[in-house]
DNA sequence: TTGACACATAACCAAAAGGTGTTATATTCT
DNA sequence: AGAATATAACACCTTTTGGTTATGTGTCAA
């Protein structure tokens, strides 16, 4: 049975500086476990949990590689985060819309 | 001693799916804390406490008239939230090499 | 095959988040 | 003035989050 599409959702994943700083490094290469403890001042199990959250947000996958895990980026998911914001986006871009939007009819 | 002793991130105020849709209601039109608290199955005390976080991180801000507390929305510091995917963007809009092997299709 | 390495997992803890209800204060309407 | 309404402020409870240390498991290399 396919695991469930967001049982953590992606704005509590990306919600903490550290899971961001994460996504950051993995954007530049993939990297092992203990070379992205490396990075922060916190156990190496403390940066496990927050790496496991970012896999349940589908936000990262690691393959297993001798004896090291190698994690790597998945940005797919913050398409939804795009996309939530894209909603927002026209309040800012033209100041008039505040009174327009209220012709919308949302959701 | 300018900067508040916490300030509330965007990242974390868009976090809850409650904070979300008070946004969405206040996208919609201004209103008082009573009926924002209408559309929630939580206490109003619950919503307030929703409601400062989302001010103390300048998404929203309130008035009073008369007796009663209008909210409304202020988009601006989404900017922050945009700007950081727009960083990620380039990932799945682009096909940068570093993520080839990412082949999945988008629901 | 023994020992060091890389990681996972479990047990535990403190602090923050998210909720409740009650009381207090300010405003409006008779 | 007094009653009703809207919100603020306070105290308290429970769950989640983010961290720790200790221990276990699999892998590589001498």
Redesign the pocket.
């Known amino acids: 049975m396919a695991a469930p599409a967001e049982k953590?959702d992606v704005f509590?994943a990306i919600?903490?500086p550290?899971?961001r700083e994460v996504l950051r490094l993995l954007s530049e290469s993939e990297?092992?476990?203990?070379?992205?403890?490396d990075h922060?001042?916190?156990?190496?199990?403390?940066?496990?949990?927050?790496?496991?959250?970012l896999k349940e947000a589908e936000l990262i996958s690691?393959r297993?590689?001798?004896?090291?895990?190698?994690?790597q980026l998945h940005p797919e998911p913050l398409t939804e985060v795009k996309q939530w914001l894209s909603y927002y986006e026209r309040f800012w871009e033209n100041k008039l819309s505040m009174l327009k939007h209220l012709v919308e009819d949302e959701k």
């Not at 297993?64 to 994690?71: A, D, Q, V, W």
């Open positions: 953590h509590k919600a903490d550290t899971r990297r092992p476990i203990s070379e992205i403890a922060f001042d916190m156990s190496r199990t403390a940066v496990t949990k927050h790496l496991n959250i690691g297993k590689e001798g004896r090291e895990k190698i994690y």
